[in-house]
């Protein structure tokens, strides 16, 4: 079955960097379009960047020019490195495959919790 495996949350100060990371099984990877999505107390989860088969990517306008989304199909992984974090930037991100317009397909990982403090 499918299955996403995140990876590299944690507490950052504002103005910090963290990379996530997250392993997929049970697809062909390569194939697939993938994407980071996040969700913070009280807010409905949001699509954060994705990137297609064929490694074109798109990006949130709130994360535009601070996040990178990238994938390695040897490794079967998804990465988004994240730079010049902000408060607003705290929440539990999930990755998940996608549609090419960036809907998920609805197979998501357990998420990893980051924290950005001011």
């Known amino acids: 079955q499918v299955q996403l495996v995140e990876s590299g949350g944690g507490l950052v100060q504002a103005g910090g960097s963290l990379r996530l990371s997250c392993a997929a099984s049970g697809i062909t990877f390569g194939a697939n379009h993938m994407g980071w999505f996040r969700q913070a107390p009280g807010k409905q989860r949001e699509l954060v960047a994705w990137?297609?088969?064929?490694?074109?990517?798109i990006y949130a306008d709130s994360v535009k020019g601070r996040f990178t989304i990238s994938r390695d199909n040897a490794k079967n992984t998804v990465y988004l490195q994240m730079n010049s974090l902000k408060p607003e930037d705290s929440a539990v991100y999930y990755c998940?495959?996608?549609?090419?317009?960036?809907?998920?397909?609805?197979?998501w990982g357990q998420g990893t919790q980051v924290t950005v403090s001011s």
């Open positions: 990137i297609h088969n064929g490694g074109s990517t």
């Open positions: 998940s495959v996608v549609s090419a317009w960036g809907f998920s397909s609805g197979y």
